[in-house]
């Protein structure tokens, strides 16, 4: 079976946000200082700070643009038509066309483009009180915006800058990226600086780095030894979520990128399940040929038994209609010695009950054997001609946002598999897939079942 962590998520930590006196303390520790020191009594519009010859506006952006309900039904009406059908949409750039990412672009970076235009504005305001100015610095933060990375943050920021250009001269981007499983704990504090004019070059970059690195160990320390208090209150980074007409779309917290020294392989998801927790897969009916039965209707004086056999086979039938893709009836053949065999160790179930017992029973003792022999699909492996393939995609952080597929494969030598797709797009985790695959496998006679973990979105 994939290995699976059964452990229940200890609580994430949380910590401090950054805020305006870390940065003042950043600056400080670079040789710089405000701008404007009477900037609180000023009506004009200005920039925060200087450090040498270079003027700086500080933006932070501290809400999730995501979160806002006219940039979620954007982003659905854009996304939802590159994956149809799907009950889960994955918001990832990657996934569309060049034509498309640029209108993503457009929708995430609104507040970059707010950002840029304010900051603009303030950088022209100084360097025309200041006429010894020769940079101007526009010094965004990530505080808040979880759905961009670093690097995308800096992409987003470098393009709207560049359309301001004229009073832009190069732009900064920093955060406190804070990630955790609850055990594993990853702060990264990137800070990069991009020249938006080359000739007029930020000189001072290194001694803003310098003291930013020495922020960021300050800041940890403050957090190992619990001297946030009551002001930590920024979570890890998560999966982003929303509900749209009935469709859950999810941008997926980025991953680690390295085994947990605690949990292993695999982090534990919310909402995860074992074997023994999952809902039924199948409803299981007994079924006779016409020999079997004349020899139990001699023993069973059951109503659906005492009609006739074609009465009987348009029984099951009957049933058999009732079939759907994540709860198929499942057809067991029974026979008149086995089920005698097995009514001397339960003799509490009688007549048409003790039938559809003993069926049940054949059903999840086949599943159950299906279910052990399992295997993953690798390169390496040569299939049988006949199999069940199971197909997982495992999307962040929540099991209940994957995604399955069921399928019968069936291969004759020197051929391309015929595929004939049992389940598809189903919101169901790997281990809901495999127990259902179980069934199907028993329903179409198959002695196999493959599965496979697509773990392009998972968390890991």
């Not at 009957?318 to 089920?339: D, K, N, Q, Y």
């Amino acid at each position: 079976m994939f290995p699976v962590s059964r452990r229940t998520p200890l609580p994430p930590p949380v910590i401090r946000a950054l805020c305006e006196a870390d940065i003042d303390s950043v600056i400080e520790n670079a040789g710089g200082g405000r701008a404007h020191p009477d900037a609180d009594r000023r009506t004009e519009i200005n920039a925060d700070y200087r450090l040498g010859d270079t003027v700086i506006e500080l933006k932070f952006l501290d809400d999730e643009g995501l979160e806002k309900p006219e940039h979620q039904a954007k982003l659905a009406t854009l996304f939802s038509s590159y994956q149809p059908g799907r009950p889960v949409v994955v918001l990832d750039p990657q996934l569309l066309p060049p034509e498309a990412r640029r209108d993503y672009a457009t929708i995430v970076e609104r507040p970059v483009r707010g950002a840029v235009a304010k900051g603009r504005a303030q950088l022209k305001q100084s360097r025309n009180e200041n006429p010894d100015i020769a940079t101007t610095v526009l010094f965004v933060i990530n505080n808040g915006f979880a759905a961009l990375t670093q690097e995308e943050l800096v992409e987003h920021v470098v393009r709207r800058a560049k359309n301001d250009s004229r009073e832009i001269d190069g732009i900064v981007v920093g955060g406190c990226y804070f990630h955790s499983d609850g055990f594993d704990t990853v702060a990264l504090w990137p800070l990069d600086y991009v020249a938006i004019h080359p000739e007029r070059p930020f000189a001072a970059f290194d001694a803003l780095k310098d003291a930013w690195d020495g922020l960021s160990e300050r800041h940890m320390t403050d957090f190992v030894t619990g001297k946030h208090g009551l002001d930590a209150k920024k979570k890890p980074v998560a999966d982003i979520t929303f509900d749209l007409d009935g469709i859950t779309y999810v941008k997926p917290a980025i991953a680690f990128g390295s085994e947990s020294k605690f949990y292993g392989r695999r982090r534990p998801r919310l909402n995860a399940l074992d074997f023994e927790d999952l809902p039924h897969v199948a409803t299981t009916i007994p079924t006779l040929t016409e020999r079997e039965y004349r020899r139990f209707r001699a023993v069973m004086e059951a109503e659906q038994l005492l009609m006739g056999f074609e009465s009987w086979l348009a029984h099951v039938k009957e049933a058999m209609a009732t079939s759907e893709p994540l709860r198929p009836v499942v057809p067991i053949e029974v026979t008149r010695g086995g089920w005698e065999s097995w009514r001397k160790r339960h003799r509490e179930f009688t007549g048409l009950q003790s039938l559809r017992v003993f069926a049940n029973e054949r059903f999840n003792r086949r599943a159950s054997d299906l279910l052990n022999s399992a295997r993953e699909m690798t390169d390496e492996v040569a299939p049988p001609r006949r199999y069940i393939g199971v197909s997982t995609e495992l999307i962040g952080q929540d099991v209940r946002n994957d995604i399955s597929h069921i399928a019968f494969v069936f291969q004759r030598r020197n051929t391309r598999p015929q595929i004939r797709p049992l389940v598809s797009h189903a919101r169901i985790s790997h281990e809901h897939a495999l127990s259902l695959g179980a069934a199907y496998a028993v329903l179409e006679g198959v002695d196999a079942m493959f599965w496979r973990n697509d773990l392009q979105f998972a968390w890991t």
